[in-house]
């Protein structure tokens, strides 16, 4: 099973960025589906991103704002989250195949 470690996360301004970060344990491979996804607190998990080796998708609600990428020379992918706002608010997870990571918090406010 392939090790999934998120960072990146912290507290930011409306309007602001970050960058997120996913490591995997093992190099990837060109069928890889690896995803973004999001928790808010007393909402259900929801979808942010995807990258595979064909392209991206993104929810529509951050499509615009956020860019998902890959480094397959450093086994990483990355969320750049730009434009942030209050509701963007949750904690971040990645995931590929059924592994996921423990999550990174993200918290926009004033």
């Known amino acids: 099973q392939v090790q999934l470690v998120e960072s990146g996360g912290g507290l930011v301004q409306p309007g602001g960025s970050l960058r997120l970060s996913c490591v995997a344990s093992?190099?990837?491979?060109?069928?890889?589906?690896i995803g973004w996804y999001r928790q808010a607190p007393g909402k259900e998990r929801e979808w942010v991103a995807t990258?595979?080796?064909?392209?991206?998708n993104y929810a529509d609600s951050v499509k615009g704002r956020f860019t998902i990428s890959r480094d397959n020379a450093k086994n990483t992918v990355y969320l750049q989250m730009n434009s942030l706002k209050p509701e963007d608010t949750a904690v971040y997870y990645c995931?590929?195949?059924?592994?996921w990571g423990q999550g990174t918090q993200v918290t926009v406010s004033l």
């Open positions: 995931r590929l195949s059924t592994a």
């Open positions: 093992r190099s990837f491979f060109t069928t890889d589906v």
């Open positions: 990258i595979t080796g064909g392209g991206t």
